[in-house]
């Protein structure tokens, strides 16, 4: 589904992302682990058309992201590690108009506001201006907003940072229910997570990665994935 | 392709003329121009006793001048501060979809501004005989104006995330290109290039147009200047992300 070569990103002199390589199958949970300023963030952003690779190329479905962004974006749901919110918009409002945006006509557009709120938890929040949420709404709503036009794969940048346990937990389910059928890459720091979640995990770190598998694998190999991330990153 | 490509600039544009609605912005905005301009106006309008709006229109220009970045400066910035723009930049739409829906908002909301101020012309016509030409040509020319300023500070919100600085700069860049064809200026300038600085001035053009002398020429200034702004706020956005 998705297929990533030889990405390398420069910023100036510094090299950020430095050769790589990987593919994600359909319906594979894909977990992105690694130290802060690792990568795993740039990584994201090209593969979302948001930046461009200094060399390198992204291959979505079969289509090349940088040539054929516009298509490429249509089948991807992002939800970027700042959540993307209009706060002075109302939660329904913004529902409204990532819907409308994504191109949904008028009757997918109530049917999948309700769908949405329903898998997300938002109907108590509906009519709440954006900025009066809390950091667990907010989340929500951004992963609502990334859901909308049931994309095929999701991107989702450490979608559950700043959540208390219980909506990690939620959240964790969310993403597994969403796995079943379609692509996912997500990242985190919370290793527990990632062996409750993911199908694979890959490891990177200085924009390298330096280690891939299952989780039982790596659990296996190095003692658990506490030891796995400590050993690889260092 | 055509139709889908107007639609998803309507929802964009939709969806940033109701923020303006949606905060204080608008009504501070709509408020102070109102004030500001009625109360400049009828200050002097009794005692030259003349049913003309042409005292109107010569400071219509310098209210632009500093509401203009007040309606601009948020409009990139905003979206780099709260990393809405990651949303709004990896949605399937172009550069220029984006830009334009952006664009057309602000000059929606100061046409809506605009339409408040037709109470003068209005009153106007009551209390004496008043030249309509004038007055359309003001107000259109009014439009071309605030377009071009509108255009350069959305250019200029696109550099920044801080709104502040996008204000500051887009107020000294409007200004420059307001000021550049003034006669003031004009006099300590070399002779070479008079004629260029007059062409390239903002206010010049609308000055033209103001006085119901609609000319093509005139037009075509404000729709290039308009358009390369545009444009160049198109090459910064595609520029994301090259540091």
């Not at chain 2, 057309?104 to 605009?114: N, P």
């Not at chain 2, 377009?147 to 887009?170: E, H, P, R, V």
């Not at chain 2, 053009?205 to 103001?210: G, L, Q, S, V």
Request: proline letters at 4%.
């Amino acid at each position: 589904m998705i297929e990533i070569k030889n990405l390398t990103k420069k910023f100036g002199q510094v090299l950020v992302l430095d050769n790589i390589s990987f593919s994600v199958a359909k319906g594979e949970i894909l977990g992105f682990l690694g130290p802060n300023g690792a990568g795993k963030t740039t990584t994201m952003k090209i593969i979302t058309s948001f930046w461009t690779p200094t060399s390198g190329q992204v291959l979505v479905g079969g289509l090349d992201a940088d040539e054929n962004s516009l298509a490429t974006r249509k089948v991807i749901g992002y939800l970027p590690e700042t959540v993307p919110l209009y706060e002075e918009m109302r939660v329904f409002e913004y529902l409204k108009f990532i819907a409308e945006i994504r191109g949904l006509n008028k009757q997918e557009i109530k049917d999948r506001i309700k769908q949405v709120i329903l898998i997300c938890g938002l109907k108590k929040v509906l009519r709440q201006p954006i900025e009066e949420l809390s950091k667990g709404y907010r989340q929500r709503v951004g992963l609502a907003q990334a859901i909308m036009h049931e994309p095929d794969i999701l991107i989702l940048d450490e979608p559950t940072t700043g959540l208390d346990p219980n909506q990690i937990v939620e959240i964790r389910d969310l993403i597994k229910t969403i796995g079943r059928e379609k692509t996912v890459i997500f990242s985190t720091h919370i290793l527990s997570e990632v062996s409750a979640t993911c199908d694979r995990v890959i490891i990177i770190n200085n924009g390298k990665i330096v280690g891939q598998g299952v989780p039982a694998e790596l659990i296996e190999k190095y003692g658990g994935l506490e030891q796995a991330f400590r050993e690889l990153t260092k | 392709m055509k139709k889908d490509y107007l639609k998803i600039i309507f929802i964009l544009f939709k969806k940033e003329l109701m923020s303006y609605f949606n905060s204080p912005i608008a009504y501070v905005f709509i408020g102070v121009f109102l004030v500001v301009g009625n109360w400049l106006f009828f200050n002097t309008f009794f005692l030259a006793a003349q049913a003309s709006m042409r005292n109107y229109f010569a400071f219509l220009p310098w209210i632009f001048l500093f509401l203009s970045p007040a309606i601009t400066m948020r409009l990139w910035a905003e979206e780099k501060k709260s990393g809405t723009i990651e949303l709004l930049l990896t949605l399937p739409l172009t550069d220029w979809q984006v830009i334009l829906a952006k664009f057309f908002s602000a000059l929606a909301f100061l046409s809506i501004s605009l339409l408040f101020s037709l109470t003068i012309p209005v009153s106007l016509a009551f209390l004496g005989n008043l030249d309509l030409g004038p007055v359309f040509g003001g107000y259109l020319g009014a439009l071309f104006l605030g377009g071009s300023y509108l255009a350069l500070g959305l250019f200029i919100s696109s550099l920044t995330k801080n709104q502040i600085i996008a204000f500051i700069l887009g107020l000294a860049a409007c200004f420059a290109a307001f000021i550049i064809g003034a006669d003031f200026v004009l006099a300590g300038s070399p002779q070479d290039l008079i004629p260029l600085m007059k062409f390239i001035g903002l206010g010049n053009h609308f000055n033209n147009i103001a006085r119901g002398v609609i000319d093509t020429k005139d037009i075509v200034y404000y729709l290039s200047f308009i358009f390369l702004f545009l444009w160049l706020n198109v090459r910064v956005v595609e520029r994301r992300g090259w540091k």
